[in-house]
């Protein structure tokens, strides 16, 4: 049977409950799509300049939920190298939030964007709290028609838990009406809940975690979908057009 690696991106903690739940999820899901999927947990501080060609050796990247993460820069350049080198790409919780720190810096030239988490008093907050935090709850999500999100679910509202505290600061949501990341994923207040890269392989990142559904034996559609990707059959998704709430 075909085994794959993936790297997951975040510093391993035993307590988390998504990071009990990913190798989970990621087993459930290669069952279904006929592999092996072999998780390994890279360390945020292990990823910097000179050893990003190690990257190489994985079929893809989860950036992982428990922000803030021990070196922010290393979770930012593994996106960075998944996003530019086109390898499959998954982020949830932290995973999204930062998903959205690094496309404002390198791709939208907003240097100094940064997370209220690790520098609250910063002039430019990206990734700001939420106006009520997310612990424990479920919720729905509204997805945009023709996204690679609303063809996985086939269906154009789900529910989802979640277990987090930050999100896309509302003021710079117009920041993703154009470009290749769009949300593609709101919630019933029209705030961001999930993103997608038009014309990558694989590239999507969820405010929620997906991973939870593995507890009840589940395979979500969304880490299928990236499974899929990993094997490389799942095709490049076109352009979605941003979400109109």
């Known amino acids: 049977m075909t085994q794959v690696r993936v790297g997951l991106i975040g510093d391993y903690n035993p307590a988390v409950v998504a990071h009990q739940a990913i190798p989970l999820a990621l087993a459930l899901a290669g069952a279904a799509a006929g592999c092996v999927v072999e998780p390994e947990w890279i360390p945020t501080p292990a990823v910097t300049g000179e050893t990003l060609y190690r990257l190489r050796d994985y079929a893809g990247l989860w950036c992982v939920p428990a922000s803030p993460y021990a070196d922010m820069s290393g979770a930012l350049l593994a996106i960075q190298w998944a996003r530019e080198q086109g390898l499959p790409f998954l982020g949830t919780c932290g995973g999204f939030q930062h998903t959205l720190l690094e496309y404002a810096r390198d791709v939208l030239g907003l240097v100094d964007a940064t997370h209220a988490e690790t520098d609250p008093d910063a002039s430019l907050l990206f990734v700001t709290p939420l106006t009520c935090a997310l612990r424990g709850v479920r919720g729905p999500i509204h997805l945009v028609a023709g996204s690679r999100s609303a063809q996985l679910y086939g269906q154009a509202t789900v529910q989802e838990e979640y277990n987090c505290g930050f999100g896309l600061n509302p003021a710079y949501r117009g920041q993703f009406a154009t470009g290749p ?35 009840g034996g589940v395979v979500h559609p969304l880490i299928l979908g990236y499974v899929q990707a990993l094997l490389g059959c799942f095709p490049t998704a076109k352009p979605a057009r941003p979400a109109r709430i």
């Open 181 to 215: 990341l769009r949300i593609t994923g709101v919630d019933t207040a029209g705030d961001a809940r999930v993103v997608e890269l038009a014309g990558h392989p694989f590239f999507l990142a969820t405010l929620f975690q997906p991973e939870r559904s593995a507890f």
